[in-house]
């Protein structure tokens, strides 16, 4: 194999001895904000780049710090996707893609992007289980599965889990569970378009044990269906599976009545049927600030055969439905055509495995259990710098949202900065651009999601928004500490 020579050590009049170090390149004062905005891996990539023209002779020393800089501003800048710091208070947000990555994850997007080992067994030189270790990952997590799958979104694992299992036949939901979430997307058009035909038992607020039981009984005494539009009156299809669907983005309060799994699963296991569970909002394990928010691990272990669920809400990854539980179920499903058109590729396998393997809290868990004490901190500090410049402001309580379909109805306590309504629209064009809520006629900026690194890159983007460039460079930082893991 060839190897390049290296490359000769400079004498002490090359110029290239003035060439600075990769990390003063990404501190100085021109580059960070960058580097906030675009995450440090990638804003390392480019600044190694330039430094290697430098080496190379191509690029003047002196002129490095500038030429990052400008490559930096230039994909910030740049048509497309741009980054958000999101000053909602809103930690899952839909219209800002959901959960943020954490940096291992981030970090793993960027080595997956060449070639990586996706399908292949390094040891043996053959062909491996595509995205095992991810599937390992999600076992270690959820010890109560047996086996585990990957596919693109949460939807698609409710689609593919009905597809699998209840084509051409019946599936038991109670009405109160047939949701409609943004976008107009509907549960049972999901369903539906399965091949599956839903079977709606009790009532919008209340629905029992018998509701579940009779559905069964009619369908062993070959109760006929009753005729519709697109059906006439005949033999009822068997049932081929119970379905408990997580209600996440509304909530039924008053005279209410639901099904517990645990016991909706004896229903299951009477019937010789499975019980499909979607907990939604991707909780792998009990959470005590979350005690109405269904979880992975309490579900399987209560007798649901397959959960399904979003891995960008709550878990904190990237886009991706997780398919858990039973290994007969889950084989059935893996073996599906439809499967292979709803796996994911090897980005979403890498961000998915780090996020899963990552020791630290991700980001959405960070903002969520953020204490309230240290968002005033923050927000304190931020009305000081704008104070300065001559921008006033006022810090007050603001409750955040996890937003997403998850806890809705659970205020996130904490404290924001409320300026004039009129700065949200210069601060979503800005550079960088900064969501704000807007609240009876005020501009609220809560800290909760965004990063405490970048706490004075939100500063700026305040006063540039306001027309107030700061003086001399003041833009200080909260002195609240570091956010609760």
Not at 328 to 356: E, I, Y
Not at 371 to 379: F, G, I, K, Q, S
Request: net charge neutral; glycine share 12%; with cysteine.
């Amino acid at each position: 194999m060839a190897v390049d020579p290296p490359r000769p050590a400079p004498d002490a009049s090359d110029p290239r001895r003035g060439i600075p170090p990769v990390d003063v390149v990404l501190r100085d004062p021109a580059v960070v904000d960058h580097v906030a905005l675009l995450g440090r891996q990638r804003a390392l990539g480019v600044a190694q780049e330039v430094l290697s023209r430098a080496r190379d002779g191509a690029l003047p020393p002196a002129e490095v710090v500038d030429e990052v800089a400008t490559r930096l501003g230039e994909l910030v800048a740049a048509p497309g996707t741009r980054p958000v710091l999101n000053a909602t208070g809103v930690v899952v947000h839909t219209n800002l893609g959901r959960a943020p990555l954490g940096e291992a994850a981030t970090a793993a997007l960027v080595a997956a992007a060449g070639y990586a080992d996706i399908e292949l067994d390094l040891a043996t030189g053959r062909r491996g289980r595509r995205g095992g270790s991810v599937v390992d990952a999600l076992l270690r997590a959820v010890p109560e599965a047996q086996d585990a799958l990957v596919v693109n979104n949460g939807a698609a694992a409710l689609l593919l889990a009905m597809t699998a299992l209840a084509a051409g036949r019946e599936v038991v939901v109670s009405r109160g569970e047939l949701v409609e979430i943004g976008d107009g997307f509907r549960l049972t058009d999901l369903v539906e378009s399965s091949g599956a035909r839903l079977r709606e038992v009790g009532t919008t607020n209340r629905t029992h044990r018998g509701d579940y039981e009779r559905a069964l009984a009619d369908r062993a005494a070959g109760v006929p269906a009753e005729p519709g539009p697109d059906r006439a009156a005949g033999p009822r299809p068997d049932v081929a599976a119970l379905l408990k669907v997580h209600p996440g983005n509304y909530r039924v309060t008053g005279f209410t009545s639901a099904v517990p799994v645990a016991e909706l699963a004896r229903v299951a296991r009477a019937a010789d049927l499975p019980l499909v569970v979607d907990t939604g909002s991707g909780l792998l394990e009990p959470d005590p600030a979350l005690p109405d928010e269904p979880d992975a691990r309490t579900a399987l272990r209560d007798g649901a055969g397959l959960v399904v669920a979003s891995a960008d809400k709550l878990l904190g990854g990237p886009q991706a439905g997780l398919v858990l539980g039973d290994a007969d179920l889950v084989a059935r499903l893996r073996r599906h055509p439809v499967a292979r058109a709803l796996r994911v590729d090897k980005l979403t396998l890498a961000a998915l495995g780090a996020t899963l393997r990552d020791p630290h809290p991700a980001p959405v868990t960070v903002a969520r259990r953020a204490e309230p004490d240290h968002l005033r901190t923050r927000a304190e500090s931020l009305r000081e710098v704008l104070a300065r410049q001559g921008l006033a402001a006022e810090v007050v309580p603001h409750d955040g949202r996890v937003g997403g379909g998850g806890a809705p109805g659970v205020p996130l306590a904490g404290w924001a900065l409320a300026l004039s309504e009129g700065l949200a629209g210069p601060l979503r064009l800005g550079d960088p651009a900064v969501l704000a809520r807007v609240h009876d006629g005020r501009c609220l900026l809560d800290p909760r999601c965004v990063p405490p690194a970048q706490d004075a890159v939100l500063a700026r983007a305040v006063l540039a928004a306001a027309g107030r460039p700061p003086a001399g460079g003041d833009t200080g930082t909260p002195t609240g500490g570091r956010p609760a893991r």
